[in-house]
């Protein structure tokens, strides 16, 4: 056995969480930790019952005992059978862990709870005389002989707040402002004057759609456009109006089941549906449904927890003590909703319609109108009812020719002779024999004694065609591309008969009945809604001149079935006539007679407006009630249209049914193993069930318990990490037991407790660490912060880093003015790359720019397609999973888009016509305070200078490529007087816009 001198260290007592279970965690657990189906010879090393129980050969570690302890003669082995870790597992420990080890074994092998799953303890300060951020980063910088760093120039602070608040860099108005303050509170007013500044809502706002796999596509082949924004809209709204983060978590979580949920709280939960959605035609849609619940699961687990639960998805977490079991407890909270799975519907139900605020106002007022339109019509109903029941009386009396009546086809004819017609007992026709592509009925009957003013086509279902349908067609739906009537009358040519006012009991979208009268094989129409067919359709044409009474002859009707969709024709159908002068068409097919008939308590609002307007209409004097109905039913088409075109969100429900839950055998669909309820893992606080089963609103209330050691330390890490580029722990994903022990411990603890103990208040958390000392330090580095602490890990200077791309994009615009502050709204679609869409769509999707303001909007607004995100956003998460790690790159991608887009090419133009408008005398000098919010010094000014100069001399000789700069982008291009010198002062501002210092959070 190998021997190792104690030495200087030996005195100090070593402690598992820190230098021990990384050890144990990295070589030891896989083989010997939580997972028992991976685990060998039957030996736990993650817990102190395992590691001290007595095995076949005795105990893995004895406390204080290293002869009698196999670890330890295990790991100094020269025998490759027993030697640990194997050899195979390319895994081996240094002279100095084995000694890391053998002095904790000597000092009594205490093991330690991971300090992720330790209850928060707010930490007692000593000397607290101040920010106690500063304290507590003073107090560990001690431990290392360092100092925090002076304080950073005003000028460097305004604009790394900027940015960390707001994403933007600060107006000159706000920097001549805050520069002008000489009181001693100062810096807090800039931060509450940021804070409270809307653009902090879309500043925070871009983290969280990381984490919420937000996109504006489903994503996968087809990549369907979908309508979540309204969701991303109130993530904005909630930062800016500081929603407590506890409220802001139930809302997202389990919104639709608090008591009586707002619009609001039902919006919230938006969050959950922002998943990709499957669409391909293999895919089976049970498992396409568990995919969609267990990217649920594992996005709340990473967004809240910090735990990589998808590695316990098919067997025990390996490193972690979460169990496939816990998996699936998690799981099972999600597992309820009543989305199936099937199809690739982005506005899949549940859903939300959303209005924008200009919306509800309109439609408030149109409302209104309509109130008052109702009331004049029921006053003018109160009026004539005794005329209403004596014509009541009188139409009681005539005969049946006022009810829709079926024709009885003498000649029934199709341009497909083996296509053949069978009459049924209801007087419909039913097809069979051949299936055509395409048909043309063509149907001739006696022209009835009575006359005719109008046609009526039922499509009626059957079991013979798909799933009960109405057609032959694979989905069972029709498109009539054309239906037109002739008369024959006798002695006289054949006459085609002008058909108007379409009607129908449905319409499916981009087929509506208008289109079966203009004649076009490109239009007509169709009911499918997306389902099986559980009800029969009908549609009523008015004849503009009605056919006389006693008139001779016969009417042919034809009716085209000329659409591209195979076997989309009508496969059984009735074809009736009518007397009545407004037949009302409803869709169980009701009419005046039998409406009559009903008793009046017992009437259908249907019967009832039949029978009434049927009255209105044979009374000439009644021609202002029509007005009336004529306005009422403009009313209700707008507010329908208002509705039809309003965004629909997916949200979160239950179905009333709870499914069943198993752990599922290597995370299939198909293999179902043991039942298993909702629940936490046991290594956590245990959940309070409100009910007998543990629903989302208990998870989301126990996430920000005062007892969950978990959510307000990752939250905090998450903020820290915006604000200094690298959280106390690194790993923002993983606060498993593979993550890194914290930075600053206490100060995360610090925080995590005072996040809560204050409400969960987000904007005060970020106050308190912005108005920090340690915040605000200049980000200069000595020679001994660089040799103590290379990556700044502890905090002895403020952090320095490059800005993310979509901020780099924004401060272009906002420093040249360009920028249009539209909070919120439909997703734009700025310049980008012609192809991209249309390569990773097969051609089906093409991208089209847009125009005019929507062009300059924040880069938070950008439209998102899930399989080819914008290509100027390289730096960012891919929006297919959750994701909350801060992504940051030096990418030449960088230099190709900053030097060469279209956008930063227009915004150096608008920056140099700015400059020249607010300091015609010194432009360089004003675009570059504009953009780096200091003054350049003389070298940085005349190397500007001499770049100007060279600029303007080439285009003096090439003004041909001085047009062609200036006319890019839709912005105004300056005087053509001026093109030489405006091209040149707009390349300085490009190169502005990409020094080091522009593309960096100093």
Partial sequence: MAFFPVGAESAQLLRFNSEIRPLLSDRCFPCHGFDAKARKANLRLDTAEGAFALGENGPAIVPGDLERSLIWERINS?????????????????????????????????????WAFLKIQKPTISDHTGNAIDDLISQRLKQEELTLSPKASDRTLIRRLSFDLRGLPPT????????????????????????????????????????????????????????MWPWRDWVIKSFNENLPFDQFTIWQIAGDLLPKPTHEQLLATGFLRNHPINGEGGRI?????????????????TTWLGLTFNCARCHDHKYDPISQNNYYGLFDFFNHTPVSGAGGDPQTPPILTTHSAEEETLILELREQLGQITQKQSQFKESVQDRLIEWEKNKLREPAQNEW?????????????????????????????????KVIYTLSAQVPQSGIRALRIDALRHPSFTDGGLAPSDSGNFVLTSFEAYLHLEGQPRRELKLQNPQATFEQNGWPVEGALDKQDTTGWAVWNGKRFEQDHAATFELAEPIAPQSQGKIELVLRHQSQHQAHYLGRFRISHTLLHSPQLEQRASSLSSSLKTPKDQRSPDQQKTVFSSFVSEQPEFGDFEKLEQQRNSLVQKIAQIEKSAPKVMIMADQKKRRETYVLKVGSYQEPLGRVDAHTPEILPSLTQSHEKANRLDL??????????????????????????????????????????????????????????????????????????????????????????????????????????????????ASSGLLRKKIGGVPVKPWQPEGLWQEVTFGKK??????????????????????????????????????????????????????????????????????????????????????????????????????????????????????ALLAIGESPSGPQSDTVEIAALTTVCLAILNTDEALTRE
């Fill in 285 to 301: 849609a049970e498992e396409n449904r568990v995919d969609y619940v267990m990217d649920m699961a594992e996005t709340v687990a």
């Fill in 405 to 437: 009546i079926p024709f009885l086809f003498t000649e029934k004819n199709s341009d497909h002779p083996e296509l053949t017609f069978s009459p049924l007992s209801d007087h419909s026709l039913l097809t069979s024999g051949s299936t055509p592509k």
């Fill in 78 to 114: 020269d025998n490759p059978d027993e030697v640990m870790p194997p050899p195979d597992s390319h895994l081996s420990l240094s002279p100095s862990e084995k000694q890391r080890i053998r002095e904790w074994i000597l000092q009594g092998a205490q093991y330690e709870k991971h």
């Fill in 700 to 813: 989301a209330r126990w996430l920000v318990s005062r007892e969950n050691p978990l959510t307000a330390r990752v939250i905090v890490n998450r903020v820290w990490q915006e604000l200094f580029g690298i959280g106390f722990v690194k790993s923002a994903e993983d606060f498993g037991v593979q993550s890194e022990i914290p930075s600053h411990p206490q100060t995360l603890d610090w925080l995590a407790a005072d996040f809560i103990e204050h409400g969960w208040n987000f904007k005060r958390l970020i106050r308190q660490i912005v108005t920090s000392q340690t915040y605000r330090q200049a980000s200069e580095v000595t020679s001994l912060q660089l040799e103590k602490d290379p990556h700044n890990r502890l905090l002895a200077r403020a952090s320095r880093f490059r800005l993310a791309s979509w901020m780099i994009r924004d401060q272009a615009l």
């Fill in 172 to 227: 000159q108005e706000e920097l001549d402002t805050f520069l002008q303050d000489q009181s001693s509170d100062a810096w807090e007013k800039l931060v509450d004057r940021f804070l409270a500044d809307p653009a902090f809502g879309e500043r925070m706002s871009w983290a969280w759609l990381d984490a919420a796999r937000y996109a504006d596509s489903n994503g996968y082949q087809g990549d369907r456009e979908r309508t």
């Fill in 846 to 963: 093409k991208y089209t720019p847009d125009q005019g303001e929507n062009l300059y909007r924040r880069s938070l607004y950008t439209f998102w397609r899930r399989i080819s995100a914008p290509p100027m956003f390289f730096d960012t998460a891919s929006r297919e999973t959750c994701e909350v790690t801060s992504h940051r790159t030096n990418s030449p991608l960088h230099a190709l888009i900053t030097l060469n887009d279209p956008l930063y090419s227009e915004a150096a133009r608008a920056l140099a016509l700015r400059a020249r408008a607010t300091q015609p005398q010194k432009p360089i000098a004003t675009a570059f305070e504009s953009v780096l919010s200091r003054r350049p010094r003389h070298d940085e000014h005349e190397a500007l200078r001499k770049l100007f100069e060279q600029a303007k001399a080439n285009f003096s000789e090439k003004i041909d490529q001085a047009n």
